[in-house]
T-cell receptor, first 108, second 114 residues
């Protein structure tokens, strides 16, 4: 079993839909990242959080430390949101352990 | 800051050749990470440095891989000899240890070993 599990693996949505991507982890962590990787490969850190909730534009990330669970929400989705979204956790050191990613396709 | 800078962006080499990938972290960041991404295994940590010192190299596949960080502004990942199974995208990332944000990835080097 992977230390970091994401669901769903693939997601197709229509423009404007509300999207939720889930991440569960089995190890103790100091922080959790949500990363975005577009076709072409660049990786961008969207959020780093250790408790509660963070919001940036149409993106919201939440984490429940007790339940070892995090969610990434996208409101009013747009085709440009199409990407792979990766959950990654910091253990006791700075290194990240990654989920397998969720491939999101937003269509018109 | 220009972000984390990796070079080259693409590298095609023949099996058996030496390959050197380069990374310039963000100025002021004291942690540097080398990751590898493949279709089969996703993103994996190869090695990371804190204050130029290698902390964890347990992800380095075998002796053919080596990494150095001679100073705070430069790191290399070397593969010698290269093999086709080393074909992947190699990412460098840097961060300020203990900071709440600021984990930044480079654009990656796409390595193809033929």
């Amino acid at each position: 079993k992977n230390e970091v599990e994401q669901s769903p693996q693939n997601l197709t949505a229509q423009e404007g839909e509300f999207i939720t991507i889930n991440c569960s982890y089995s190890v103790g962590i100091s922080a959790l990242h949500w990363l975005q990787q577009h076709p072409g490969g660049g990786i961008v850190s969207l959020f780093m959080l250790s408790s509660g909730k963070k919001k940036h534009g149409r993106l919201i990330a939440t984490i429940n430390i007790q339940e070892k669970h995090s969610s990434l929400h996208i409101t009013a989705s747009h085709p440009r949101d199409s990407a792979v979204y990766i959950c990654a956790v910091h253990g006791t050191a700075s290194k990240l352990t990654f989920g397998t990613g969720t491939r999101l396709q937003v269509t018109l | 800051d220009a972000g984390v800078i990796q070079s080259p962006r693409h590298e095609v080499t023949e099996m058996g050749q030496e390959v050197t990938l380069r990374c310039k972290p963000i100025s002021g960041h004291n942690s540097l990470f080398w990751y590898r991404q493949t279709m089969m295994r996703g993103l994996e940590l190869l090695i990371y440095f804190n204050n130029n010192v290698p902390i964890d190299d347990s992800g380095m596949p075998e002796d053919r891989f080596s990494a150095k960080m001679p100073n705070a502004s430069f790191s290399t990942l070397k593969i010698q000899p290269s093999e086709p199974r080393d074909s992947a995208v190699y990412f460098c990332a840097s961060s300020l240890f203990g900071a709440g944000d600021g984990y930044t990835f480079g654009s990656g080097t796409r390595l193809t070993v033929v």
